[in-house]
């Protein structure tokens, strides 16, 4: 499948002109993930957009997010999460990379709390 970088760099500019919202760990929202090279994880829409967990903030400015992703691939770096937005969602822990709070698009809800602490604990182990 081809690429549309060029597409995606016209979309960056305008993001990057913005100011990203406040988020908290737990959180869920739809981000503007782009489109990356090789096998990273893009964005899936028109819009370069993915829901993603937010696993911690870092800063004002940045976060530390895991994407999500309706695939029924099982692996234990995949767990799932429930449902996001009627869709059942698994957490791609290999995929987890530090963002701008300005790819944030639009809050969706908050992982159970419990849930959200065996994720971390996942991703702890992975380390």
């Known amino acids: 499948m081809k690429k549309d970088f060029d597409g995606w760099n016209e979309n960056k500019k305008e993001i990057n002109e913005k100011v990203g919202p406040f ?7 739809w981000c503007a993930l782009g489109v990356n090279v090789g096998f990273e994880q893009d964005g899936s829409d028109i819009e370069y957009r993915r ?16 994407p999500l992703t309706t695939s029924k691939s099982v692996h234990k770096f995949r767990p799932a ?3 996001v937005e009627d ?3 698994c957490a791609l822990l290999s ?11 639009r809050k969706i809800g908050n992982l159970d709390k419990k849930l959200f602490e065996e994720i971390r604990k996942t991703v702890k182990d992975m380390l």
């Open 87 to 89: 869709k059942e969602a």
């Open 51 to 66: 829901p993603i967990l937010i696993l911690k903030g870092l800063s004002q400015e940045t976060c530390l997010v895991i």
């Open 95 to 105: 995929q987890m990379k530090v963002i701008d709070t300005k790819r944030l698009v």
């Open 81 to 83: 999460i429930g449902m």
């Open 23 to 29: 988020c908290h760990e737990r959180e869920i929202w």
